[in-house]
């Protein structure tokens, strides 16, 4: 088996447990900056940059400015906030500043948030503005000039102004998405490149990526897929449980009754992640353990991926490795603090799945 690619993950929220202010340290662009460098440094093709307290566009352009081409930012992005044409001329731009490395992460967010924009769009309905969207945005950053008409946009002579801002990845800037509902598999089966989703037990994620696969097929199209997973790998499993533990101790009770009560969100991978816990805190983290070192008491107090591998350095590649035979080729990794965490999974994780360093 080839090496994955793996990525790490970035935002300024960091610290041992971020989702808490005790648990946060002060971070600043030279700190951001330092973790870039070191992430680049020690083998992992990039980041992650999600949404977060930084806009990404400003933090993605410091970060790629102070690393080198084998840097690669992923860029959270929401349909419909910036206008094709613009946001095309920010992505080819960006490339031209720094060496043609960007990737978009398509993000379809939730209707609470993209409403405190002023965009109503319902579920099911983003996606149908995310597949227009992205296919236009698709077409722009390729070097196309072109009218379109559609449901969303009227555009006339999109593109004209790029024409000296020409591509500088072919054949267009890569679109990376994670969305586990059915609208959310059709777009990535007609439009994504890198289709990304969090962690599950393999059995349950076979089913849902045998999903992905035959709807790509269906549009003639072969899609690469990317896990996206916190580590809790420790020198043994005892020691890796007892971080777990840790993380559940140092949780108050405010942030518990806040996650918890985001159950009615609208995202079907949130609800699928909130179905693992099933909304309980238990008195240990083990409690929760769906399958061997799968840990989904992450999402009890964390926003976004709350599913953990749980355990020594071998259990974690072991799995990770059973993920590589569900066809995963990329990871996307985080642990916490990022910059600390980047260092350990680089030494114990990454050489046993034959990354090397750059
Ligand atoms: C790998 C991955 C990364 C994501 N990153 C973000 C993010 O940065 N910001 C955000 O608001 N949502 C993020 N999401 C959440 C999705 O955008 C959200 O769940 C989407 O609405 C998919 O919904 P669906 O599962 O119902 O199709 C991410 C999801 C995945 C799988």
């Not at 990404?56 to 992005?77: D, Y």
């Amino acid at each position: 088996m080839s090496a994955p690619e793996v990525l790490w993950y970035i935002i300024p929220r960091e610290g041992p447990y971020p989702w808490e202010p005790a648990g946060r340290r002060s971070v600043d662009l030279d700190y951001l900056s330092r973790l870039a460098g070191t992430v680049e440094s020690l083998g992992y093709t990039g980041a992650l940059l999600a949404t977060d307290l930084h806009d990404v566009w400003p933090l993605g352009s410091a970060l790629a400015a102070r690393t080198s081409t084998a840097f690669k930012p992923l860029l959270a992005v929401h349909p419909g906030l910036i206008a094709p044409p613009l946001l095309a001329k920010m992505a080819l731009s960006f490339d031209h500043l720094f060496g043609g490395r960007l990737r978009f992460n398509v993000v379809n967010g939730s209707t609470d948030k993209l409403r405190q924009y002023g965009l109503h769009v319902g579920h099911d309905e983003r996606y149908a503005l995310s597949a227009e969207y992205w296919s236009v945005v698709k077409r722009l950053t390729a070097g196309e000039v072109f009218d379109h008409k559609g449901r969303f946009y009227d555009l006339k002579d999109a593109g004209a102004e790029l024409r000296e801002l020409p591509p500088v990845q072919e054949p267009h800037i890569p679109l990376w998405f994670g969305g586990s509902s059915a609208p959310g598999i059709e777009m990535a089966a007609e439009h994504v490149d890198v289709y990304l989703t969090w962690a599950e037990p393999a059995a349950q994620l076979a089913a849902k990526l045998a999903t992905v696969r035959e709807r790509a097929a269906a549009h003639g199209r072969t899609l690469r897929l990317g896990l996206r997973v916190h580590l809790i790998v420790r020198d043994t499993e005892e020691q890796a449980w007892a971080a777990a533990d840790r993380l559940l101790d140092v949780t108050g009770e405010a942030t518990y009754e806040r996650q918890l009560g985001r159950a009615g969100d609208d995202g079907v991978g949130w609800q699928r992640q909130f179905r693992q816990h099933g909304g309980r805190v238990p008195a240990h983290a083990r409690e929760l353990e769906t399958h061997p070192n799968i840990w989904p008491g992450m999402g009890l107090f964390r926003p976004g991926p709350g599913t953990a591998v749980v355990g020594s350095t071998a259990q974690v590649v072991e799995r990770l490795q059973e993920y590589r035979a569900l066809g995963i080729d990329t990871f996307i990794l985080s642990g916490n603090p990022l910059l600390e965490e980047a260092y350990r999974i680089a030494e114990t994780v990454l050489p046993a799945l034959g990354v090397r360093r750059a």
